[in-house]
């Protein structure tokens, strides 16, 4: 996956600028920032579902588009009804086919790779429950299941560790990380908490205030350089482990700050790389 010069607006306001960004197989990329910062519009623009205001971007050497099936994408958790008429199974199935609904007959090839899918996440034990019965955790494997199906060459993950309990956090995250390290998947994993991901991840793209920083989680994860991004003193902590960013006394939040602790800088600052 490939940016170059790439920039965002929307109107008067730039949310990034002349982004230059390559990611390699293998490679776990974690894309940080408080709401509004724009992380949901760089997947959307991945996903070939919202153009670049200018720049460039190439997927597997391709210019971005809908339906690419060298694509595998991960949602936020959201339950599916109690009274889904589909089992784990077929929530799975649904990426190896690539229909979203209808009947159709499949064959033995098909139902193989569903086993290896659902063996794949850990999940062969309810492959046959009603998908409404299973819990958020385990519902989520299923969609990590559907995303690796096509065997993608990038993976994208949009927040898919919310209203995860920290059992689940760690489970999904050791099986994208796996999918990075393993079978050479280029995965962009957006989130606003890193701790859970953070010893799989290679590098950091953080958005905030119309600019970015790109660099290791070392690099990127300190007090230095999210003060000169946001504009005012940012303290990162290290607790037990955890990183921990802190922006006003009042406001301590794992791995990012509010929205309103962001920091609108000049128009000449707008949308550039502060290293």
């Known amino acids: 996956m490939s940016l ?10 730039t949310l990034w600028k002349d982004l230059n960004l390559q990611v390699a197989p293998g490679e776990f990329l974690a894309v940080l920032g408080a709401n509004g910062s724009g992380k949901t519009s760089f997947l959307k623009i991945l996903l070939g579902l919202s153009p670049l205001s200018s720049g460039q971007l190439t997927i597997n050497g391709a210019p971005a588009k809908r339906g690419n099936r060298g694509i595998g994408y991960i949602p ?8 889904t008429p589909l089992r784990a199974r077929d929530v799975v199935g ?20 569903v086993d290896e899918l659902l063996a794949q996440v850990g999940a062969t034990s309810y492959g046959k429950i009603p998908v409404g019965m299973l819990s958020g955790g385990e519902q989520q494997r299923l969609r990590v ?24 956090q760690k489970a999904v995250s050791a099986l994208v990380g796996q999918q990075a390290k393993q079978h050479g998947t280029a995965v962009v994993f957006v989130t606003h908490e890193i701790n859970p991901i953070l010893e799989h991840v290679d590098r950091v793209l953080y958005l905030a205030g119309g600019r970015f920083t790109l660099g290791t989680p070392a690099e990127v994860m300190t007090t230095e350089v999210l003060s000169k991004l946001y504009g005012t003193r940012v303290e990162v902590l290290h607790i037990d482990g955890r990183l ?32």
């Not at 170059?4 to 306001?13: E, I, P």
């Open 4 to 13: 170059s010069a790439a920039t965002l607006k929307y109107g008067q306001r």
């Open 76 to 83: 936020q958790q959201k339950n599916f009804a109690p009274d």
């Open 94 to 113: 649904l990426g190896v086919d690539g229909d979203k609904w209808g009947f159709r007959l499949r064959g033995k090839s098909y139902h193989q790779r």
């Open 145 to 168: 299941a559907q995303a690796l199906a096509a065997n993608p060459q990038v993976l994208l993950c949009d927040e898919p560790l919310l209203s995860l309990d920290l059992n689940h």
């Open 244 to 275: 921990v960013v802190v922006g006003r006394p009042d406001s301590v939040l794992d791995g990012h700050l509010p929205e309103d602790e962001q920091s609108h800088s000049h128009d000449s600052t707008h949308g550039q790389e502060i290293r």
